[in-house]
C-alpha cells in the first residue's frame, strides 16, 4: 500500500554548516526494514530535487531502528550564509515524511506500532 513515510516513522533535521542532516526512524521491528528499502539516497535526491542538493549520504543505524541522512549542500550555504526562509533545515524532516513509500498492509493493522498509535496510548 501507497502512504506517505509520516504513516511508519517520524523525523527531526536540522544543518550541519551547508549541508542538511535529517534522522528518521521507525518504532518496531518489522518496520525497519520497510524503511532501508523505500529511503534510499537517490529516492530521497529526487524528492528533494528543487533544492538542488549534491548528493545524499545514508547512515543506518539498526540497532536504533533508524537512518541518519545527510542532504549535501542542500541549504545553499546554511544559517548564516542562506537567503533560504529554512536556511538551517528544521523542516526537511517533515518534507521527508511526506514522501510516499509502498508498505505492506499488514505492518498498518492496528496494533503494529505505527508512530500514531504509540502518540495516542
Same mark, same amino acid.
Request: hydrophobic share 40%.
Given at each position: 500500500m %501507497?502512504?506517505?513515510?509520516s504513516?511508519?516513522?517520524?523525523? %527531526?533535521?536540522?544543518?550541519k $554548516?551547508g549541508?542538511?542532516?535529517?534522522?528518521?526512524?521507525?518504532?518496531?521491528?518489522?518496520?525497519?526494514?520497510?524503511?532501508?528499502?523505500?529511503? +534510499?539516497?537517490e529516492r530521497?535526491s529526487?524528492?528533494i &530535487?528543487?533544492?538542488h542538493?549534491s548528493? *545524499? +549520504? %545514508?547512515?543506518?543505524l539498526?540497532n536504533? &531502528?533508524a537512518v541518519?541522512l *545527510? /542532504?549535501h549542500d542542500?541549504?545553499?550555504?546554511g $544559517?548564516?550564509?542562506?537567503? &533560504?526562509? #529554512?536556511?538551517? $533545515?528544521?523542516?526537511?524532516?517533515?518534507? /521527508? /515524511? &511526506?514522501?510516499?513509500v509502498? *508498505?505492506? @498492509? #499488514?505492518?498498518?493493522?492496528?496494533?503494529? $506500532?505505527?508512530?500514531? @498509535?504509540?502518540?495516542?496510548?
Amino acid at each position: 500500500m %501507497r502512504v506517505p513515510l509520516s504513516t511508519i516513522a517520524a523525523a %527531526r533535521s536540522g544543518d550541519k $554548516g551547508g549541508d542538511a542532516n535529517v534522522g528518521l526512524w521507525v518504532s518496531t521491528d518489522a518496520a525497519y526494514p520497510v524503511l532501508l528499502d523505500q529511503v +534510499t539516497p537517490e529516492r530521497v535526491s529526487e524528492h528533494i &530535487r528543487p533544492l538542488h542538493a549534491s548528493g *545524499v +549520504t %545514508r547512515h543506518e543505524l539498526p540497532n536504533l &531502528r533508524a537512518v541518519n541522512l *545527510v /542532504l549535501h549542500d542542500a541549504l545553499d550555504g546554511g $544559517g548564516t550564509v542562506s537567503l &533560504r526562509s #529554512d536556511a538551517q $533545515g528544521k523542516t526537511l524532516g517533515a518534507a /521527508l /515524511l &511526506r514522501m510516499p513509500v509502498e *508498505v505492506p @498492509e #499488514d505492518l498498518l493493522q492496528p496494533g503494529n $506500532g505505527t508512530p500514531d @498509535e504509540e502518540n495516542d496510548a
